[in-house]
C-alpha cells in the first residue's frame, strides 16, 4: 500500500501574490458593514449613498474572495450565473410582472437597463455566494443544497424588500395577498423569490466544490441576518419582518453555525 500526500497548491493560495492581497476581501467586508451601520443613522441623499456604497463593498468582497479561494475560471462562472440569471429575471419581472408582480425601480440607485438599475444583479452576487457556501456546508446531495441554498436567499428578501420599498428604491403597483405582519408587499413576489432563487442555486452547485478558508463570506452571512433582524425590531420598527426573516433564514443559518463550530474544515 502507498500513501500520496498532496503537496499542490491549495483553493485558497494565490500563489505569488503580494502579501497584502489576502486582506482585500476582509477590507472591502469592513467597508460594507460600516456603511451598513451608518446607513441606520442617517436620511436622504446620505443613505441612498451608503446602499450603493455596502453594495459595491460586498460585490468587491465577494468577487475578491471567490477569486483567490477558487480561482478565476470559477469566480467568471459564478459571475456570469448569478449576474445572467439576476438581470434576465429583474428585467422580465419589470416589464413582465413575473416572476415577482407588478412594481417599478425609482432612479435612486443609479444607472438602469430596461428599468433594472445595474445595481441590483450586484446584490444579487453578493448574497448568493455566502447562501451557496452555506448550503454546502450542510448538504452533499444537490437536491438539499438546492433546497437549503433556495430557501436561505430568498428569505434574505423577507428583510430587504420591506426595508427598500420603505426607502423608495421600488414601488408596488399592486399587493393583493400578503404576508401577515409585512404590508404592501405580494406574496407573489416572495414565491417568486423563491422559485428563482431555488433555480439559481442549483445551477451555482454545477460548479465545482472547493473546501477553502470561508471566513469572509461566513462573517457577510452572519451580519446581514443577525443586523436585519435587530434593524427590523429596534430601527425600523418592523416585527413582522424581523419574525419571518429570522424564522426562514435561522431555520438554515443556526444549523450552519454549529455546523462550522462543532466540523470545522481547518
Same mark, same amino acid.
Given at each position: #500500500?502507498?500513501?500520496?500526500?498532496?503537496?499542490?497548491?491549495? $483553493?485558497?493560495?494565490?500563489?505569488?501574490?503580494?502579501?497584502?492581497?489576502? /486582506?482585500?476581501?476582509?477590507?472591502?467586508?469592513?467597508?460594507?458593514?460600516?456603511?451598513?451601520?451608518?446607513?441606520?443613522?442617517?436620511?436622504?441623499?446620505?443613505?441612498?449613498? %451608503?446602499?450603493?456604497?455596502?453594495?459595491?463593498?460586498?460585490?468587491?468582497?465577494?468577487? &475578491?474572495?471567490?477569486?483567490?479561494? !477558487?480561482?478565476?475560471?470559477?469566480?467568471?462562472?459564478?459571475?456570469?450565473?448569478? +449576474?445572467?440569471? &439576476?438581470?434576465?429575471?429583474?428585467?422580465?419581472?419589470?416589464?413582465?410582472?413575473?416572476?415577482?408582480?407588478?412594481?417599478?425601480?425609482?432612479?435612486? =440607485?443609479?444607472?438602469?437597463?430596461?428599468?433594472?438599475? +445595474? +445595481?441590483?444583479?450586484?446584490?444579487?452576487?453578493? #448574497?448568493?455566494?455566502?447562501?451557496?457556501?452555506?448550503?454546502?456546508? *450542510?448538504?452533499?446531495?444537490? @437536491?438539499?443544497?438546492?433546497?437549503?441554498?433556495?430557501?436561505? /436567499?430568498?428569505?434574505?428578501? %423577507?428583510?430587504?424588500?420591506?426595508?427598500?420599498?420603505?426607502?423608495?428604491?421600488?414601488?408596488?403597483? &399592486?399587493?393583493?395577498?400578503?404576508?401577515?405582519?409585512?404590508?404592501?408587499?405580494?406574496?407573489?413576489?416572495?414565491?417568486?423569490?423563491? %422559485?428563482?432563487? @431555488?433555480?439559481?442555486?442549483?445551477?451555482?452547485?454545477?460548479?465545482?466544490?472547493?473546501? $477553502?478558508?470561508?471566513?469572509?463570506?461566513?462573517?457577510? =452571512?452572519?451580519?446581514?441576518?443577525?443586523?436585519?433582524? *435587530?434593524?427590523?425590531?429596534? /430601527?425600523?420598527? !418592523?416585527?413582522?419582518?424581523?419574525?419571518?426573516?429570522?424564522?426562514?433564514?435561522?431555520?438554515?443559518?443556526?444549523?450552519?453555525?454549529? !455546523? &462550522?463550530?462543532?466540523?470545522?474544515?481547518?
Amino acid at each position: #500500500m502507498s500513501v500520496r500526500i498532496y503537496s499542490g497548491p491549495h $483553493a485558497d493560495r494565490g500563489g505569488n501574490l503580494p502579501p497584502w492581497v489576502p /486582506f482585500v476581501p476582509w477590507t472591502l467586508l469592513g467597508i460594507g458593514v460600516a456603511a451598513q451601520i451608518a446607513w441606520v443613522l442617517v436620511s436622504g441623499g446620505p443613505r441612498t449613498a %451608503l446602499t450603493i456604497v455596502s453594495v459595491l463593498a460586498f460585490f468587491g468582497a465577494t468577487v &475578491s474572495h471567490a477569486r483567490l479561494a !477558487r480561482r478565476t475560471k470559477w469566480t467568471l462562472q459564478y459571475l456570469g450565473i448569478t +449576474l445572467g440569471v &439576476s438581470m434576465l429575471v429583474e428585467v422580465l419581472g419589470v416589464n413582465a410582472q413575473f416572476p415577482f408582480g407588478d412594481y417599478d425601480y425609482s432612479s435612486a =440607485l443609479g444607472p438602469q437597463v430596461l428599468g433594472v438599475p +445595474l +445595481l441590483i444583479p450586484l446584490a444579487w452576487a453578493s #448574497m448568493a455566494y455566502p447562501c451557496l457556501l452555506a448550503a454546502q456546508r *450542510l448538504a452533499v446531495d444537490p @437536491l438539499a443544497t438546492t433546497i437549503i441554498g433556495g430557501v436561505l /436567499f430568498a428569505g434574505w428578501d %423577507l428583510f430587504l424588500d420591506p426595508q427598500m420599498v420603505g426607502e423608495g428604491y421600488w414601488t408596488w403597483n &399592486s399587493v393583493g395577498w400578503h404576508l401577515p405582519g409585512i404590508d404592501g408587499i405580494p406574496l407573489q413576489n416572495f414565491l417568486g423569490w423563491l %422559485l428563482t432563487a @431555488l433555480a439559481l442555486v442549483w445551477l451555482l452547485d454545477r460548479l465545482p466544490r472547493r473546501v $477553502a478558508k470561508d471566513g469572509v463570506p461566513a462573517v457577510m =452571512l452572519s451580519w446581514v441576518y443577525v443586523s436585519n433582524v *435587530l434593524a427590523a425590531l429596534v /430601527f425600523f420598527g !418592523r416585527p413582522g419582518a424581523a419574525i419571518w426573516g429570522g424564522l426562514v433564514m435561522g431555520a438554515i443559518i443556526i444549523p450552519w453555525w454549529w !455546523r &462550522s463550530w462543532s466540523q470545522p474544515q481547518w
